[in-house]
């Protein structure tokens, strides 16, 4: 049996022992080295110290070399001690030492690389045990009948299947593989490529997996012959590609997209070699914008665009490509000499497998121009700020003082170089001689959270905060101050600080309380003047409105009288103009009555009055209802009674003229009135779908009082009258409202 240096361990003997078992040994050596020199026997002995230091040397490397040079030297030692006049036994003894010191040495040496390697190879192995077991990549084992040997953890984590379903068994495939034709197209494809190549790599199929999603792998395998050289096993490596097989579809996809999106872009647009900074693509924007043809373009570096030095911008693009996307500012010079401020969005990209640098580049030169125009702006602002009438002082977001006018020097004896930098309320120790919120603080805050405590009156109207409050001045009176607080935005409208101005209103304060006695007396005689003229006022609204009751009694009275007159007349004619007269008075008699009933004594609803009027016209002329109707048709309008008079007057005519001889000899009809106000125009449009007016008929010179009467009215009012005779008689009648 061959004895293998590396299956010797010492694992099962405690260190202890050894340390007992090899001094022991040493102590035995020892002793027997005494007995046999002291005897004059140096030569038989001496092999018996080898055991000792092969030990001492291979289980202790270096600390066995030191102790064996101990053992050793005890032995030169004893030799001098009792031979030191025999040169011969003394020169023996030390070359026995040498011997014994490179004896150790090799043993040593020979110890710690045998250790060396029995780590190596444990290392290896478990290393190889780790690489199987926890490889990311799909590693199966398998003999000629695909039966399954080896089934690492990412073959069951790709495949869903364990390594107890799988190992012993072939049946794998017909589940990885479930479609029959696939399944046979597929290995007799391995089993070729094999036959003809011991291995093939890169073959992808499409598998199911056990939860029946769909994956494609990459497969390597190769063929592993055994002693006698016979293909008996095959390693097959599977990698999952199907990310990468998407990814290369959405690549190939978002290649095609990019190239449209890169040509047909109106943003300026460039692709670089990062390696040589040559511009290898460009958009027509670009050639617009630089005033260069493609092929100018893409024959020049980008250094020969911004003319910085070509080795700081290649030095720049190389660290561009572990960085990612950049956002930078640069000056880009055209084909005209004019130099342009650009900024430029920059990234990794890859097109037809080449790594190269896209350029998004777009002219801020009017932006810059505008930024140093705000810089300027900002800079007259806070002189405007310092010159201010008002307190005024402005803290950025995080409280500090950044403006402190002179106004504010002057109302605090604090100078601007003492506060302007300053936070944690320092402001507020002028005021109120102690760190706390002020109002300007108050701007960062929602309505409900303000702090009402430390003011008097305290508003907010939008951003704008508005305040009030009283503080003690240093010789013990008490001022008011008002103060004014609103934030200040950036140009994207992010709040970035807030501004307060301060004014010190005692003065005005004092002339308002004044102010407010002096008025609190105007009205209590306002109040008395005013009970004085109400009281009079109502008198005289009784009062008219018992002058309107009695005119309109006194016209009752007229119309009795009439009425008495009337029955002693016996010319119907006569009769009929009497009664024309009373009708009349009637119309005037009902205005009055109106506004007697009314709560505005001095307007009256034109649409009641008139339908009150045509009812009382209708009942006169003893009309059947049912045969002779009347249509009133207008909105709320309220007139005065100078206005409303006439236009009742001119009403009673119009409709009376109807009721006698528009409708001869029962014949049906009807009357339609209907009023229009804009403004102080009234427009009304009076028709009867009766016989109508005769063509030739002068009804402007007409002999009888009524349509003379109502012409008459309508310029008394400023008017218009029209006739239309098409489909009975209509009058538009426009006037204007007294």
């Known amino acids: 049996m061959q004895f293998d240096w590396t299956e010797l361990s010492f694992s099962g003997v405690s260190e202890r022992i050894w340390r007992i078992f090899l001094l022991t040994i040493s102590g035995l050596m020892v002793f027997f080295t005494y007995y046999c020199v002291s005897r004059g026997i140096t030569t038989i002995f001496m ?16 600390k066995g070399v030191v102790y064996s040079a101990i053992l050793g030297m005890t032995y030169v030692l004893m030799v001098l001690y009792f ?34 390697r029995q780590e190596e190879i444990q290392r290896l192995s478990r290393f190889q045990e780790n690489i199987i077991s926890n490889a990311q990549v799909w590693l199966t084992v398998l003999d000629t009948k695909g039966t399954i040997l080896i089934w690492n953890r990412a073959a069951a984590d790709l495949s869903g299947y364990q390594p107890e379903e799988v190992i012993g068994k072939n049946t794998i495939w017909k589940q990885l593989y479930p479609d029959i034709a696939y399944r046979k197209n597929i290995t007799g494809t391995i089993r070729r490529i094999i036959d003809e190549n ?45 990310e990468r097989t998407q990814a290369e579809k959405a690549l190939k996809e978002s290649e095609a997209r990019y190239s449209s999106l890169f040509y047909h872009n109106n943003t300026v647009s460039l692709l670089i070699d990062p390696d040589t900074g040559m511009i290898v693509d460009t958009n027509s924007a670009a050639c617009k914008y630089y005033g260069l043809t493609r092929e100018q373009l893409t024959g020049l570096h980008i250094f020969d665009l911004n003319h910085l030095p070509a080795e700081k911008v290649l030095r720049d693009l190389s660290l561009a490509k572990n960085t990612g996307e950049k956002h930078f500012f640069s000056n880009h010079f055209l084909a005209n000499g004019e130099r342009r401020n650009v900024e430029i969005f920059s990234g990794p990209i890859t097109v037809e497998g080449k790594p190269l640098f896209y350029s998004i580049i777009h002219d801020i030169t009017d932006r810059k121009k505008a930024e140093a125009a705000l810089k300027e702006s900002e800079h007259e602002l806070a002189e405007i700020i310092d010159h201010l009438p008002d307190a005024t002082l402005v803290i950025d977001r995080t409280g500090k003082v950044i403006a402190w006018n002179k106004a504010i020097e002057e109302m605090t004896g604090v100078k601007a170089e003492d506060m302007v930098g300053k936070g944690n309320y320092e402001y507020a120790i002028p005021f109120y001689g102690k760190r706390r919120p002020i109002l300007v603080d108050l ?19 939008g951003d704008l905060i508005i305040a009030e409050t009283d503080l003690p001045t240093p010789l013990g009176k008490i001022c008011t101050l008002w103060g004014k607080a609103s934030p200040l935005y950036d140009e994207k409208g992010n709040i970035t600080g807030a501004i307060e101005t301060i004014r010190d209103i005692t003065e005005r304060k004092k002339t308002e309380d004044r102010l407010r006695s002096f008025n609190e007396e105007l009205e209590r005689g306002i109040a008395e003047r005013t009970a004085t003229i109400n009281k009079a006022l109502q008198e005289k609204v009784v009062l008219l409105r018992e002058i309107h009751h009695r005119v309109k009694n006194n016209l009752q009275v007229v119309i009795s009288l009439l009425n008495l ?94 009721l006698k001889h528009a409708f001869p000899e029962g014949r049906n009809g009807e009357i339609t009135i209907s009023v229009q106000k804009a403004d102080h125009t009234l427009t009304i449009l009076y028709k009867d779908n009766g016989v109508g007016i005769p063509e030739g008929f002068d009804w402007r010179n007409a002999p009888s009082l009524g349509l003379r009467l109502v012409i008459s009215l309508v310029e008394q009012l400023m008017g218009t009258i029209e006739l239309n005779r098409k489909e009975g008689t209509e009058f538009t009648i426009i006037i204007k409202e007294k």
């Open 47 to 62: 092999h018996l110290y080898y055991f000792p230091i092969i030990i001492f040397a291979y289980r202790y490397q270096k």
């Open 83 to 116: 031979n030191l006049s025999n040169l011969l036994e003394v020169t023996g003894a030390i070359e026995r030492f040498i011997t014994f010191m490179g004896v150790a040495l090799i043993i040593a040496y020979l110890s710690i690389h045998l250790k060396r």
């Open 443 to 461: 701007v960062f805050e929602s309505e409900e959270e303000l702090d009402r405590k430390y003011y008097n009156v305290i508003q907010k109207r």
């Open 565 to 658: 007159q009337t029955r002693q007349i016996t010319d119907e004619n006569i009769i009929k103009m009497m009664q024309e007269s009373q009708n009349r008075i009637k119309v005037m008699a009902l205005v009055h009555e109106k506004l007697y009933r009314s709560e505005d004594i001095s307007h009256i609803i034109l649409s009641e009055y008139i339908r009150n009027l045509v009812t009382i016209l209708l009942d006169f002329y003893e009309l059947d209802r049912k045969v002779i109707t009347a249509k009133v048709e207008m909105k709320d309008i309220t007139l005065n009674i100078d206005t409303a008079i006439p236009i009742g007057l001119m009403i009673n005519e119009l409709v009376s003229n109807s």
């Open 198 to 242: 011991k291995y093939f790599e890169h073959f992808e199929s499409t598998i199911l997996t056990k939860n029946g999603k769909l994956k494609v792998i990459s497969w390597n395998t190769r063929a592993i012959p055994d002693e006698t050289g016979v293909l008996s096993t095959f390693v097959a490596i599977g990698t999952d590609i199907t």
